[in-house]
């Protein structure tokens, strides 16, 4: 079974730091790219950064491009997400995707909160 676990989220101040993960089981995770997604209220869902397989082909949404860093590390089965400097816009829940040839899978996402 594909599972997708999201951790790491929380609140955290304007300019704070979160490192999100997110856990990988029932699959081979070094076939597959892994994407980061977030949505806020009201707001559709918007792609934030995605890694390729090996760790190379990395890529960010402009509004987050030079804060967020997106790294995987395969023999643990992990994908990660730091988050720098962060702004009340970043404010969502995140979730991790993979896209296989048996499915789409996400995770269930954890919610990020940037609030003074």
């Known amino acids: 079974q594909y599972r997708l676990v999201e951790s790491g989220g929380g609140l955290v101040q304007p300019g704070g730091s979160l490192r999100l993960s997110c856990a990988a089981s029932g699959f081979t995770l070094d076939y597959y790219a892994i994407g980061w997604f977030r949505q806020a209220p009201g707001k559709e869902r918007e792609g934030v950064s995605c890694i390729g397989a090996s760790g190379g082909d990395i890529n960010y949404a402009d509004s987050v491009k030079g804060r967020f860093t997106i790294s995987r590390d395969n023999a643990k089965k992990m994908v990660y997400l730091q988050m720098n400097t962060l702004k009340p816009e970043d404010t969502a829940v995140y979730s991790c995707?993979?896209?296989?040839?048996?499915?789409?899978?996400w995770g269930q996402g954890t919610q990020v909160t940037v609030s003074s």
């Open positions: 995707r993979v896209l296989t040839s048996r499915g789409d899978y």
